[in-house]
């Protein structure tokens, strides 16, 4: 059993940038995929980012490639950051982490899902 905590959610200015991680315990977790998404209430739940730790592959959303960069933590095997850069009013969501160990690429379920942090873009 795999159990993700997202951190690093908040206020930030539009423009302005944020950063998030994901810490997994449970499971060797350079062996899985692991993936960002967001829900607004009552809209459905978007994906984000996501990357593949043996390949090296990553994965982005139109909407936010260029701005944000999905990648292991480099001295944490177990953490996987999201960095967001140009935030946009619409980025304002809650982002839920999400891991799988299947070996397909990419993925379009994931077993296992953190609780999501808040965050929330201003003008």
């Known amino acids: 059993q795999v159990q993700l905590v997202e951190s690093g959610g908040g206020l930030v200015l539009a423009g302005g940038s944020l950063r998030l991680a994901c810490t997994a315990s449970g499971a060797t977790y350079r062996s899985y995929t692991t993936a960002w998404f967001r829900q607004l209430p009552e809209k459905e739940r978007e994906f984000v980012a996501a990357i593949k730790w043996s390949g090296g592959l990553t994965q982005y959303a139109d909407s936010v490639k260029g701005r944000f960069t999905i990648s292991s933590a480099k001295n944490d095997k177990n953490t996987v950051i999201l960095e967001m850069h140009g935030l946009k009013l619409e980025d304002t969501a809650v982002y839920y982490c999400?891991?799988?160990?299947?070996?397909?690429?990419?993925?379009?379920?994931?077993?296992?899902w953190g609780q999501g942090t808040q965050v929330t873009v201003s003008s």
């Open positions: 999400a891991a799988d160990p299947s070996r397909d690429w990419p993925l379009t379920h994931y077993d296992y």
